[in-house]
């Protein structure tokens, strides 16, 4: 464990060099299969924002968040209308929301709990078929229905940008998040002081950060690999 320990501890330190030139942008953790010890290492080297994927983990999770000083908690995964409920009132920002039917179900939650729920409002920039978001032509259509949602509060963009071999070829997809934000988000929520951008993992947070990403959230490039449990483990979802 103490090895795992430094090598995060290396790694965070590599990322915030990296991240020098852009004192505007946040390093998220993404934490998905990770434990808490490993969220506190990432806490104590500096990282005060945390991306969890699964409700279920997310859960798991919150004592440990909640209990460190400014950290902060992003639902950044697929999200099931089904489960608003359970995260509505513990984390800071819903990053993944691609959907109408999302967007009421949160709203209506955020109601009852009597909070209004900043989103970012994920993209499928590479019009990947197995991949949630919004398609960039229906961003438009999609961000003027979002108005009816007064509990929601859009904040930005989020994309998870397609695998690539050469990490030059990320530029075309980051050139066209930071044109969605300023022409299409920009005009749809002008009181927005700086609408934001996540986007960037461990294989093109480099290139994100060039193209002005407010958030790179970053799983492997800081924990190391994950290891999915198997069928047996008792971690099977249960919400
Ligand atoms: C897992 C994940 C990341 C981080 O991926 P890595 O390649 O491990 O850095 C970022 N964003 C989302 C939405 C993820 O699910």
């Known amino acids: 464990m103490s090895e795992n320990f430094d090598l995060i501890e290396k790694n965070i330190a ?7 030139p852009y004192p505007n942008a946040h390093l998220m953790a993404a934490i998905k ?8 290492k990432a806490y104590d080297c ?14 798991s ?8 000083p400014d950290a902060k908690l992003h639902m950044i995964g697929t999200l ?13 920002m819903i990053e993944s929301l691609s959907s109408l039917s999302l967007a009421k179900e949160i709203d209506k939650r955020a109601k ?24 960039p032509e229906e961003l438009s259509a999609f961000l003027l229905s979002l108005s009816e949602f007064t509990s929601v509060s859009p904040k930005g963009l989020m994309t998870i940008a397609p695998v690539m071999e050469d990490p030059r070829d990320y530029a075309p997809y ?24 996540s986007m960037g993992m461990s294989g093109n947070f480099s290139e994100a950060l060039s193209h002005g990403s407010d958030f790179v ?7 190391g690999p994950r290891h999915y449990p198997t069928k047996t483990d008792t971690s099977e979802e249960k919400i």
């Open 33 to 40: 299969t990770r434990s808490d010890e490993e969220v506190r």
């Open 46 to 59: 500096g990282v005060r924002y945390f991306g969890e994927n699964r409700v279920q983990e997310l859960l």
């Open 61 to 68: 999770h919150y004592d440990c968040i909640k209990s460190l």
């Open 80 to 92: 099931q209308t089904n489960k608003v409920k359970y995260i509505i009132d513990k984390v800071d």
């Open 14 to 20: 590599d990322i915030f060099k990296k991240m020098k």
């Open 217 to 223: 959230r970053i799983g492997t490039g800081i924990f």
């Open 174 to 197: 980051f050139e066209e998040m930071v044109r969605l934000r300023d022409e299409v988000f920009a005009k749809h929520f002008p009181d927005t002081e700086k609408p934001l951008l």
């Open 112 to 135: 009852k709990c009597g909070v209004t729920m900043p989103v970012l409002i994920e993209v499928n920039i590479g019009r990947e078929e197995q991949k949630d978001g919004i398609l």
